[in-house]
């Protein structure tokens, strides 16, 4: 029991990892129709701008990642991917590429070899089976929540993201600048992969490859959670951390993964777009 | 934007691309260019009929008579590993190109041809005893998971049924649901992920991170001599050239303009009364067919199989290099299978370190300049050439 008990801090605080990540590859996603397989990268910029401003202080990375990450994510919208759109599965292989450049980059600049990034003293013990770390990792995916609703919901820039996300042709024919408000949610969205690349920082090293590890369940979260929907990047994230732990803690490590598939294939024929839908009349 | 353009029938063309190489086309003001840009066959008039055959049959003498002449054994051997990586290739042209599928998964069903391969020879090394691996890591009883691969005839056949019944299992899930597109990708992608992570984890059963390997004899030849070698790599070049012919023929055939159809208008296929998702099932699992032959022949030419060769990054790259030929021709698919191949090897040998930043910088190029890929370039050569031709 107690074991069970355990496995839910990890699982949670991996499906909210996995929420931080997914926000910006589903925001992308719906809104342009772009697959970032870059995005993995953007996690791994963070995670590296912690272990560079490491003697200055962990609260001061968190912005740091933001905008490190962010400002990737800005150019590689402007400079390629927006000559993409209406090619979603073109953008995939683009965004591979970039991947592939970026991760050896992080291996000429940092070195092969993962490195430590220790975690400050005041996330080090816990409350119980609650480790303040764990904790941590769990508030910064709730509060990065609370503030992506309400700069959608409460901001004019963000009411422009979803009229760009529900109807893009009739946004631009209501003088909305659609390139401004697409680079402004890459912008968001791969600051969010850094803050996620942060929270990674806390519990395990960092390498080249770090953002390989992490991509493959995020696209997933996308796919259960419905395209651009907030609530359903979060249950599903959520649903696919615990998912994961416990089917790791049940069987074992290597036949989770295949669960894990399992489920997911099973979910899509209830819900074949996913737990929340945009209704559109839209054929395709 | 690619605003309105899906208004256009493009039901024989592929979808027109903004970024495409513009044909070099005066467009007419309002003249009925309905069809646009340059046909990838070739024109009307015998020249154009015969170019096809006659370039198959000079590539076919090439490879089977000039290069086993030309290329020293180890060559001979790398063009084998190529020419298996082309057969996955033109499973790939036949569903991401023809089909509009992306399937970023082929390493599974490459991996289940070539897991059925391996498990039969060890096998048959071991002569009645535990495979190797299994003895290293205390295993005691042959699992009964390998118990039929020791007999030659069904591990050959599961090289087939396997792939093709994981693929017609998916794709009637998947498609019937029509789920498609990204969504298709991403699951495909998902699935060699998982299949990686349950081949190493299964040490006992699959070998682990090592994969299968020291194999010795292959029905009766010994796998080390250069003659096995050499009759490996032309069966490897038969079999891709009779595999070519069936799926060049499956594209011309009725079924392959419906696939095509479903590409480019899968609503509009449905609304005349066509199921789209038997249609992209049954390519699917065709193209996976393909994938697991591959692997099945991958194994005593290169003497290995490992969850490493059949990943997402293996997957992805076979993608690439199809992308980089062109994937809207099958010919172009093979092509950039081998291409792809000849450059990793190169550079991996010349400059290790740059081979990374060059193949990542390749695909941003090709995706960018020339979505249509090699085959997209010579068509629009060909296309100026012909219209330099019947302007002078």
Known sequence: MEGVLNQLPIGLSIGAVLLLIALGLTFTFGQMGVINMAHGEFIMAGAYTTYLLQGVGFLVALPAAFVVAGLMGLVLEWVLIRRFYGRPLDTLLLTWGVSLILQQLARDLFGAPNVQVLSPEWLRGGIGILPYNRLFIMALAVLSVVAIWAYQHRTAQGRRMRAVMQNRRLAATSGINTGRVDRLTFFIGSGLAGVAGVALTLIGPVGPALGTYYIVDAFLVVVAGGLGRLRGAVLAALGLGLLNSYAEFWTNASLAKVMVFVVIIGFLQLRPQGLFVLRTRALT | ?392
């Open chain 2, 1 to 392: 934007m690619t605003a309105f353009q899906d208004s256009q029938p493009a039901i024989e063309a592929p979808p027109p691309d903004p970024a495409a190489p513009a044909p070099a086309e005066p467009s007419v003001t309002g003249g009925p260019s309905v069809t646009g840009g340059p046909s990838v066959t070739g024109g009307p008039g015998r020249r154009a009929r015969l170019a096809g055959p006659a370039a198959f049959a000079a590539v076919a003498v090439v490879m089977l008579v000039v290069m086993p002449l030309a290329l020293e054994p180890f060559r001979l051997g790398l063009l084998a590993k190529y020419l298996c990586y082309a057969i996955v290739a033109l499973g790939i042209g036949l569903a991401w190109g023809k089909g509009g599928m992306l399937t970023l998964g082929q390493g599974v069903f490459f991996g289940l041809g070539g897991y059925a391969m391996g498990m039969y020879l060890k096998l048959h090394d071991a002569g009645g005893d535990l495979p190797d691996f299994m003895v290293w890591s205390g295993v005691e009883k042959l699992p009964a998971l390998w118990g039929p691969f020791g007999n030659p005839a069904f591990a050959l056949a599961m090289v087939v049924v396997l792939p093709v019944v994981m693929a017609l299992l998916l794709g009637a899930l998947v498609f019937r649901q029509r789920v498609r597109g990204a969504y298709f990708a991403i699951l495909t992608q998902a699935l060699a992920a998982a299949l990686v992570i349950l081949l190493v984890g299964q040490q006992g059963l699959t070998g682990g991170t090592n994969g299968l390997t020291n194999f010795f004899d292959f029905f009766g030849q010994d796998l080390a001599a250069d003659s096995t070698q050499r009759g490996l790599y032309l069966v490897v070049a038969l079999v891709l050239g009779v595999l070519y012919l069936a799926a060049w023929q499956l594209v011309r055939s009725r079924f392959g303009r419906l696939l095509v159809a479903v590409r480019d208008g899968e609503d509009r296929v449905r609304f005349l009364g066509y199921d789209p998702a038997t249609v992209k099932t049954l390519t699917f699992a065709i193209s996976a067919g393909m994938a697991g032959i591959a692997g099945a022949l991958f194994v005593p030419v290169v003497g290995i199989i490992s969850p490493a060769l059949l990943g997402v990054v293996p997957s992805l790259e076979l993608v690439v290099a199809v992308a980089v030929g062109g994937r809207y021709a099958l010919a172009g698919a093979v092509l950039g299978a081998v291409v792809m191949g000849y450059a990793k090897t190169y550079f991996s040998e010349e400059l290790p370190e740059a081979w990374l930043y060059l193949q990542g910088a390749l695909f941003i190029l090709v995706m960018t300049l020339a979505p249509k890929g090699l085959a997209g370039v010579a068509a629009a050569l060909r296309h100026v050439r012909t219209s330099r031709r019947a302007a002078a």
